[in-house]
Nanobody, 116 residues
Framework: QVQLVESGGGLVQPGGSLRLACAATGTIFDHYVMAWHRQAPGKQREFLARIFSSGSTNYVDSVKGRFTISRDSGKNSVFLQMNSLKPEDTAVYYC??????????WGQGTQVTVSS
């Protein structure tokens, strides 16, 4: 079974940058859609970005121009480069993998705190 593990979270000041990584222990096929979501305290989990096997990407408006999702198929990894971080970006960030068969896998989450 596929398992995802996020890393790279931590405390950063407003305007700073952080790079999150998601490593898969099993096989993530090229056709899997990889995505990042986040959940802030008291709020529902929200979609942030996804990347397809073709390399095309989608972003939620609130992070467009600030966040960049990428993937390394050879290492079964997906990344999220976060720049110009704001306090409202504070949340637990989750990695997700979706297969064409409907299987969905989630990581345990990594905490990102943006505060001065």
């Amino acid at each position: 079974q596929v398992q995802l593990v996020e890393s790279g979270g931590g405390l950063v000041q407003p305007g700073g940058s952080l790079r999150l990584a998601c490593a898969a222990t099993g096989t993530i096929f090229d056709h899997y859609v990889m995505a990042w979501h986040r959940q802030a305290p008291g709020k529902q989990r929200e979609f942030l970005a996804r990347i397809f096997s073709s390399g095309s990407t989608n972003y939620v408006d609130s992070v467009k121009g600030r966040f960049t999702i990428s993937r390394d198929s050879g290492k079964n990894s997906v990344f999220l480069q976060m720049n110009s971080l704001k306090p409202e970006d504070t949340a637990v960030y989750y990695c997700n993998a979706m297969s064409v068969d409907g299987d969905s896998y989630w990581g345990q989450g990594t905490q990102v705190t943006v505060s001065s």
